[in-house]
């Protein structure tokens, strides 16, 4: 081997085919041993598709052989190879085709060799390429064990690499070139036994005049224990039951590590070292630390057991001065034994150390990836940053961090390490030989890339709900899952594809925001793939329904997000659209539903979220998802940070009424005992247009709020905490026209003169033309003193069809031959002299109008106008009237059985409250509901048989037809029958 083999290697990379097809003419006794060992190496790889050459010469003639084991090096396939080459010419194509594939595909310099030189058997040259091939795949590109990575440009050769490796393995040995330095034989032996400690124990002690015998021992050991032909020694492997034979030799013991460093130990920090002993054959080892006044101290040697034959040693410096550490093995001290550490100080303060840094975070770290964390030991005094991690088996050997100071930052180390494999790893962080605070980091290292890790959330991957022509949208989370290509397809009705749009998100690490348009309806399957394979819950199927319209809106921070455990709502106006409302809730947990219908056409729904994550919120009309449901919200997890319901809102622009057009109504939103969130408020009229509302934060916890409406008409304000609504949101606000105090009208003997001490008076305020507003009295006497004034509301607004009652107060006007007189003029002229009755006051009369808008109302006594007559009087619209009421309990039942009927008040065009009551034989129960679509359903239980009044008013009028008669017979035995038996089932 030593000398066939010194032809084969040569130190002239400028020109290697040549000289290598010169040095394989010189001797045809070389070409023999050449070919054997090119030949068993080609075995070797052919052997995985279960091919092989029994002739090197004349086997790759027709370059079938030379296909596969260039397929096998490459990993690559040939797609037009001639398989049955029969002509020559079928063999250069089969030649020519991997030859050029060599040069083009694999970069391999081809010199001085054709297609024609291996169809033709010319054995030089057919060595010079098997060499070539040699170099490239088995020496150029593979990583050997211990070895590291070089720089892709300007570094080692080939050639030199392999000597590098050899030269690592054989320290005792100076091993510079491929031939005259392995003439002996002592150089392949020696190897061998780096490679199989104990095949080759005495190879220093072999004659170098017995070159050949030394050389045949050394490659016969390799090929029958080592199982590997030659030229493959970097990839051998020790076969079981080898005859090792041992050989001590403490030359080959490394010792390293802080602990032996000559400077950076302190008194009282562990120092660290590890002791090597692979290849150095079977021994004892023994440490001896000697301090400054040549006194022992306690080393503490632990054997790992792992591949490199390792002990992890530690000891403690108890003063300060120069240390010796010797350490012998098999009784004779080690290369650079003793060692010198001068100790210096006390061990810093590992308390006081902190670290951070995405290589420490429990996910986010990928296999094959380089991460990274800092260690921050400022103020902590003196000592050093060891970092030891853990791999998912619990060995610390694998994973080899860098460890270096940050320029410029003092007391700053930054720490880099590359995890070989996923899995749980342990990270260690110690400071003069203690564990800081947090140490060990328990960090999950993904796969370099790792589909399952992905998911997609948004409503374009809901099962139901997105509709034709809608902008169906959802994300893709790959955050985690490593380094690959996101793919969308998307497959509609009848196999089409569909287009899907997708960008990487500018502001969220890992996501892509994706839509896509479907143009028919039917189920769409869409695929979303990392990395060629689905993530998770991929495939998708979207059933996609018609185009559809519809008047119902929703609206809140509950269709947005919220946080688990507390209520999440939103508001839903119908805006006129009748049909069943119905709500659910699909997400991470069953979240209870509660609907409270307001009764004007809009509803408050609240869920109750119990787990975080993303909710698709249904919002049905007729069981049907109404446009842009479902609504995705995001539910975050529980947090004790703050608390939206122990926030206070209140004001006068929160009030129901009292607010008026083009008037700023204000409020405050106390949020001192509430936590620290975001605050958001919105406000919306009746269209649902927004409303600006000016917020001015007043930094002590408390915020000053004001908007102005612009229509008379309903307006809602949502007032949310961290996105979870405050108690009483969201508050509905009529707003009204501007007050107009001129047009408040006082009269009566109160204001009067005339007025007599300590004798009882009245007048009246007549606010019914001056808008809305409070009425407010003040009375003071002739010496500046309040006087007590009792107000009372009369509630007077004359509506049509409500009978009033006109008084006229005579007793101060003595007496008269004609008595009062009340004509009533309507706004269509219209005269009415109304009756009247004496009373002991004056007269009264009654009036009942019948049309809207203003009367003239004239009184007279004595034949003479009284002061202020004419009285204007404007009569407003009913609202009872407009009420309706349907329904089979309006007209009867039976005893114990519900009757039910529907009350119908969204055409009232004024304000007022519905009252219902039942008069008959027996007090009944009544229940009333709120519909979604803005009715009232009634249900009443009479118990016994008999005549029933039921009493329907708004506004305390009756509405038509009431009250309604209702006849209730005797109950109905048949609602006792039962019917049972196989005989009423199908089968």
Aim: glycine share 10%.
């Amino acid at each position: 081997m030593a000398e066939s083999e010194a032809h084969l290697y040569d130190e002239d990379e400028d020109e290697e085919m040549p000289l290598t097809e010169r040095d394989l003419a010189d001797d045809a006794q070389w070409k023999l041993i050449q070919k054997n060992t090119f030949t068993r190496w080609a075995n070797e790889h052919l052997k995985t598709c279960n091919k092989g050459i029994a002739d090197l010469e004349h086997d790759l003639a027709d370059g079938l052989r030379l296909i596969a084991l260039v397929e096998v090096l490459s990993g690559k396939k040939f797609k037009h190879v001639n398989k049955r080459p029969n002509f020559r010419t079928q063999k250069l194509e089969n030649v020519t085709m991997v030859l050029e594939f060599l040069e083009r595909d694999e970069g391999i310099r081809i010199v001085n060799i054709d297609s024609s030189d291996i169809v033709d058997c010319k054995m030089k040259l057919i060595l010079g390429l098997i060499w070539t091939l040699i170099l490239h795949y088995s020496i150029s590109m593979p990583m050997w064990e211990g070895e590291e990575p070089g720089p892709s440009e300007g570094g080692p050769t080939p050639k030199q690499r392999l000597q590098n490796w050899i030269q690592g393995k054989c320290p005792d040995i100076p091993i510079k070139n491929f031939t005259t330095d392995w003439n002996d034989g002592k150089a392949i032996g020696a190897l061998v036994d780096a490679v199989g400690p104990g095949l080759c124990p005495d190879w220093e002690d072999w004659n170098p005049k017995n070159a050949k015998k030394n050389a045949k021992e050394a490659m016969d050991a390799a090929e029958k224990w080592l199982d590997v032909p030659s030229a493959q020694f970097p990839k051998a492997k020790l076969k079981p039951g080898a005859p090792l034979r041992p050989r001590l030799n403490p030359n080959r013991v490394r010792a390293y590590g802080p602990g032996l460093e000559p400077k950076g130990n302190q008194v009282g920090a562990p120092a660290r070292f590890t002791v090597e002993t692979f290849s150095a054959g079977k021994g004892s080892l023994e440490i001896t630390v000697l301090n400054p006044k040549g006194q022992k101290e306690k080393c503490e040697s632990t054997f790992n057991n792992d591949r490199n034959l390792t002990y992890s040693c530690v000891y403690v410096p108890s003063v300060e001065g120069e240390y010796k550490v010797i350490i012998k093995f098999g009784d004779k001290e080690i290369n650079k034994s003793p060692f010198k550490v001068k100790v210096e100080g006390q061990a810093g303060d590992a308390s006081k150390v902190t670290a951070s840094g995405p290589g420490l975070e429990k996910t986010g770290v990928v296999a094959t990836k380089r991460t990274y964390f800092e260690v921050f030991t400022k103020n902590a005094g003196k000592g050093n940053v060891d970092v030891a991690i853990l791999d998912p088996h619990g060995r610390k050997d694998t994973i080899r961090p860098s460890i270096s100071a940050v320029p410029g930052k003092e007391g700053v180390y930054l720490v880099e390490y590359i995890p070989a494999e996923p899995g749980l790893h342990s990270i260690n962080i110690m400071f003069a030989g203690q564990q800081i605070p947090k140490s060990p980091y328990g960090v999950s290292v993904s796969p370099a890339s790792n589909a399952k890790m992905c998911y997609a959330t948004g409503r374009g991957i809901q099962p139901k709900g997105v509709r034709v022509n809608e902008n169906a949208d959802f994300k893709v989370h790959t955050k985690g899952a490593g380094t690959a290509e996101v793919k969308i397809q998307i497959i509609g009705p009848g196999g089409k594809e569909i287009k899907c749009n997708m960008t990487k998100s500018k502001t969220e690490e890992g996501v892509y925001d994706c839509y896509y348009v479907p143009l028919t309806k039917g189920q769409y399957i869409i695929n979303i793939t990392f990395g060629e394979q689905h993530i998770t819950k991929s495939p998708f199927k979207v059933e996609v329904g018609p185009a559809k319209t519809s008047k119902i809106r929703a609206y809140g921070p509950g269709l947005e997000g919220g946080v688990v455990n507390q209520p999440a709502t939103f508001t839903v106006e119908t805006q006129g659209e009748t049909g069943a409302l119905g709500f659910s809730i699909e997400g991470p947990s069953q979240a209870k539903i509660d609907c409270k219908d307001i009764g004007d056409g809009s509803a408050d729904v609240t869920y109750y979220p119990t787990a975080p994550g993303e909710y698709a919120v249904h919002i049905l009309c007729n069981e049907e998802d109404i446009p842009k449901s479902p609504y995705m919200a995001q539910i975050r997890p529980a947090t004790s940070e703050y608390d939206a319901s122990k926030v206070i809102a209140k004001g006068p622009g929160l009030q129901k009424t009292g607010v008026v057009l083009n008037k700023w109504a204000e409020f405050t939103v106390d949020a001192r005992k509430a936590g620290k969130a975001p605050l958001h408020i919105t406000c919306l009229d009746v269209d649902l247009k927004p409303v600006e509302v000016q917020v001015k934060d007043n930094k002590d916890g408390t915020y000053s709020c004001k908007y102005m409406p612009k229509k008379p008409v309903k307006h809602t304000v949502t007032i949310a905490w961290g996105g979870v609504q405050v108690p009483n949101s969201p508050f509905r606000v009529h707003v009204g026209e501007p007050a107009k105090p001129g047009n408040v009208k006082v009269y009566g003997p109160g204001v009067e003169k005339g007025v007599k001490t300590l004798v009882k008076t009245y007048f009246i305020v007549d606010c019914t033309t001056a808008g809305p507003g409070d009425v407010g009295i003040a009375l003071t006497d002739g010496n500046g003193r309040d006087v007590p004034v009792n107000t009372i509301d009369n509630k007077d607004a004359m509506t049509v069809g409500k009978e009033r009652e006109i008084d006229v107060i005579t007793s101060n006007a003595g007496k008269s031959d004609v008595p009062a007189r009340v004509t009533v003029t309507t706004p269509s002229g219209k005269k009415k002299e109304l009756p009247d009755k004496k009373i002991p006051d004056g007269y009264a009369t009654f009036f009942t109008p019948t049309e809207v808008g203003p009367h003239k109302v004239e009184v007279t006594y004595n034949a003479a106008a009284v002061p202020k007559s004419p009285f204007k009087v404007d009569v407003l619209p009913d609202s009872a009237s407009k009420v309706k009421a349907y329904g089979p309990g309006l007209k009867g039942g039976n005893a114990n059985s519900p009757a039910e009927f529907t009350i119908d008040a969204r055409a009232a065009t004024g304000p007022g409250e519905l009252g219902v009551t039942i008069e008959g034989p027996k007090e009944s129960k009544i229940d009333t509901k709120q519909n979604p679509d803005g009715t009232v359903g009634v249900t009443y239980f009479p118990e016994v048989p008999g005549d029933y009044n039921i009493n329907v008013t708004y506004g305390n009028q009756h509405i038509k037809d009431s009250p309604f008669k209702a006849k209730i017979l005797p109950e109905d035995a048949s609602a006792k029958v039962k019917a049972y038996g196989p005989g009423l089932t199908g089968g």
